[in-house]
């Protein structure tokens, strides 16, 4: 089974499709180390026609390129997201396609379907239509891949075609995720308009009568809620998901998909019913796995064994979006190896945008690689990851764990989810669907930390594919010698008595006895000798400081910075997000700007001692980000305060002052002017080492990375929470040369921001919306007065560690 770890770039391509510039950005793909390219229209500002001929024609060769340069190529089904629109082109074509759900309410609303209960208890079911397509209906699929995919097969040039290895479908789901806000405080259920003829047809029942007990109310029947999801989940994977795959394999294509709601069963069921079920139509499942922090085993879990249960093992994460700007190589490299621990092997990195502007940079974020401020050291981390990986890799296992899906389902009351986090259900309300979750997902963890070999299915799936041997149970390709039947399953009688007992485990001899740590641990001691380091800051000639504006209705944009005197005569110049119809600084009019990732504009002859005003016309209400870039210090009026973390606030205002060498310190260059950087600061150290060294561990180091080059050496990549050059250094005198590497956070933001640099970062951190991603407690408006910065400091000491030592470590 192939775990060979592969790293596509998410390629949101937001600008006018450009042959010489989106070549150079695939080149740049290869450079950073990895596999392959994800195109992905987002914010598309169809120029040229998207699906027309000249896009074509213009992909065709983009296509080619990436083959001649060895990377795979991915085709994004969709215009934007979710998947199914085929860019708005769906609905205005088959309107009846439009999603439906059922809401409970308490006046009738739109086409009555049913009402029932007396006085204050009486309700009205009735169906509602939303935005969003109907993944349920059997004619979406067929229109979806006339409109979206045959289009991509008949319009591209066949060499190129041949090359596009799969179809990347995003986020379908059964609908209610997409209409959440839309959704009535008593709740609503999926539904397409022949669901109740599909219920009678499957099990000899009508429907209507069960609804007000789905709903919550009258007589629990927790095999009517049951048969119900499950309906839903089949006719989802059998009407959306298996077309979709079906196409693809006719044309030599690999099928990918990620839905919504995988985080764990309770959030499972009203959006897809059971990821087990969904998976199994799909060549290359995934997952969503977004922001900087692991989030959860049992997602991962599940979608690697169902992969290796009835697929080729292979299986894919959407990663890392959402981690903020201020997510470095350490985030990364941990994100990664907890992924692929569990046994994921394609990484789709969300998200890199084709151009930064205003809008982009708050997408998300971050960028990557293409506008990270450690964007050089991206490769390093993925080459390291693929090393650990190899040695690391998720091993075949020996016990199968099935999960209380059925449990939920008859328990789930659908008003619950108006009450959880929508995002990655995080949060939830305490409900018995929700205390049955809880227990399981506790299962998971102590599993987990005794590290137990296991795979993940649900009852159904067990049911269907399960094969009992009298030793073992063979699960599509995979055997397993010990089963784990979650608490409060409802695996069906008739599957239990054939179940041996040798073969079953209680999930108590997990729960009551969570941990066991059996290893023996032998130490030797070992001579750490520490050298303080004197470093030699080089000189910086490109500082920055961001710049507070604003924009009114009418597209003007107004900023100011204050400049000191003897700062007025240094090579200055404005960036901009965004491209003004025109700009205008004190009055004189600014032009020619120079675009690298975003437009530069040079300021020398209109710059004057103190307020320095920037006046700009964009053609609609934008917001965009300026920031003034040069040889200058940014000293702040108020002081700096420290914060958890390491890192700092003021509250301004800043002063452009001139740059003074010697007022900055190697241990602390936020405070002493550099609180924006995005460059890296070069510094210099002389060490004499008396013995042969093995490696250097630099302590004291914050930022996003180190590039360290002993004596003229090449540069190596260093990062935390180790800090360690790995390379054998003879005794003697040896020069250091370490670049270091602010956090993009320092540059891009949100630096207003309440929680400053969070683990998770929507656009609402840096508008001040309150939204799903805020820690509880968090006040409505998240944005205050303050600026915050992450730690910037060179290393204060190394560790240096002998020949003789590491053997001993080792």
Not at 19 to 35: C, S, T, V
Request: aromatic share 10%; glycine share 8%; hydrophobic share 40%.
């Amino acid at each position: 089974m192939d775990q060979t770890p592969r790293f596509l770039g998410f390629w949101a391509v937001n600008e006018p499709l450009d042959l010489e510039r989106h070549r150079a950005q695939i080149d740049q793909f290869r450079d950073a180390g990895l596999d392959g390219v994800v195109f992905h229209p987002r914010n598309y500002p169809d120029e040229p026609e998207y699906l027309g001929a000249v896009f074509m024609q213009t992909l065709s060769r983009l296509i080619l390129h990436t083959r001649d340069q060895g990377l795979a190529f991915w085709l994004y089904d969709e215009n934007g997201w979710p998947s199914g629109t085929a860019g708005g082109e769906t609905l205005r074509q088959r309107p009846e396609l439009a999603q439906q759900w059922l809401g409970c309410f308490r006046e009738p609303k739109g086409d009555l379907l049913l009402q029932y209960g007396e006085g204050e208890e009486r309700r009205y079911l009735c169906v509602q239509t939303g935005e969003g397509v109907d993944y349920l209906h059997p004619e979406l699929a067929p229109t979806f891949l006339r409109l979206t995919y045959e289009r991509y097969r008949d319009g591209l040039d066949p060499e190129a075609f041949a090359h596009v290895e799969a179809f990347f479908s995003d986020e379908p789901e059964f609908g209610l995720g997409h209409a959440y806000d839309a959704l009535p405080p008593d709740g609503a259920l999926p539904w397409t308009a022949d669901l109740p003829q599909l219920f009678a047809a499957r099990y000899g029942v009508p429907l209507l009568p069960l609804l007000p007990s789905i709903f919550g109310s009258g007589a629990e029947t927790g095999t009517g809620r049951v048969r119900f999801w499950e309906l839903l989940g089949d006719c989802f994977s059998e009407r959306f998901l298996k077309p979709m795959r079906d196409w693809c394999r006719a044309h030599g294509k690999l099928f990918t998909a990620h839905v919504k709601g995988e985080e764990h069963p309770l959030f499972q069921v009203p959006m897809v019913g059971s990821c087990s079920r969904v998976y199994q139509e799909v060549d290359l499942p995934a997952i969503d796995a977004l922001e900087r922090f692991p989030t959860g085993d049992f997602f991962p879990r599940q979608l690697s064994s169902s992969a290796r249960q009835f697929g080729n093992g292979r299986c894919m994460a959407e990663a890392f979006g959402g981690a903020g700007w201020g997510a470095g190589p350490e985030d990364l490299e941990r994100f990664l190896l907890w992924l692929g621990r569990h046994g994921v092997t394609d990484f789709v990195m969300h998200l890199a945008h084709a151009q930064l502007n205003g809008q982009s940079l708050r997408d998300w974020p971050p960028s990557h690689p293409f506008h990270l401020s450690w964007s050089r050291a991206y490769g390093a981390v993925l080459d390291k990851v693929r090393h650990q990986l190899g040695h690391e890799g998720r091993p075949e296992a020996d016990t199968l764990v099935v999960s209380p899906h059925r449990a939920i389902m008859s328990s789930y009351q659908p008003h619950e989810l108006l009450q959880t986090n929508v995002h990655n259900a995080a949060s939830y309300p305490d409900s018995t669907a929700a205390r049955i979750n809880r227990t399981f997902l506790q299962l998971v963890d102590a599993l987990q930390l005794n590290a137990v070999s296991y795979d993940v299915t649900d009852e159904a799936t067990l049911e269907r594919y399960g094969e009992v041997q009298e030793d073992h149970v063979q699960l599509g390709q995979q055997r397993y010698r010990r089963i784990v039947l979650a608490p409060r399953h409802q695996v069906k009688p008739a599957l239990l008595a054939t179940l041996p007992d040798t073969l079953l485990t209680a999930p108590d001899a997990w729960l009551q006895h969570p941990w066991q740590d059996t290893a023996v641990v032998h130490s030797r001691p070992v001579r750490e000798n520490v050298f303080s380091i004197e470093w030699k800051l080089k000189p910086v000639t490109r500082n920055a400081c961001l710049i507070d504006g604003k924009t009114s209705e009418d597209g003007r944009f107004r900023c100011a910075f204050y400049v000191e005197p003897e700062a007025v005569g240094a090579p200055l110049l404005l960036l901009l997000s965004d491209l003004p119809k025109e700009i205008r600084l004190n009055g004189h009019t600014l032009s020619d700007p120079a675009e690298r990732a975003l437009f530069e504009f040079p300021l020398a002859g209109k710059l004057c001692a103190g307020c320095n005003e920037v006046q700009a016309q964009f053609a609609t209400c934008i917001q965009p980000l300026a920031w003034v870039l040069g040889p200058f210090l940014v000293q702040s009026d108020g002081p700096f305060e420290s914060l958890e973390r390491g890192m700092r606030r003021t509250s301004g205002p800043f002063r452009l002052a001139e740059y003074q060498h010697a007022l900055l310190a190697p241990g602390e260059l936020v405070v002493t002017g550099l609180p924006f950087i995005f460059e890296p600061v070069v510094a210099q150290a002389k060490i004499n080492f008396v013995y042969p060294l093995s490696s250097l561990r630099f302590q004291g180091a914050e930022g996003a990375a180190l590039a360290i080059s002993v004596d003229g050496h090449e540069p190596q990549w260093l990062w935390g929470p180790d800090w360690t050059l790995e390379r054998p250094i003879a005794p003697g005198p040896h020069e250091i040369l370490a670049q270091l590497v602010p956090s993009s956070y320092n540059f891009y933001g949100p630096h207003h921001y309440v929680h400053g640099d969070h683990h998770v970062i929507s656009p609402a951190q840096f508008s001040g919306r309150r939204n799903f991603a805020d820690p509880l407690g968090t006040p409505e408006n998240t944005l205050d007065g303050y600026w915050r910065f992450c730690p910037l400091r060179f290393p204060h000491s190394v560790v240096a560690i002998s020949a003789e030592a590491r053997n001993l470590i080792s």
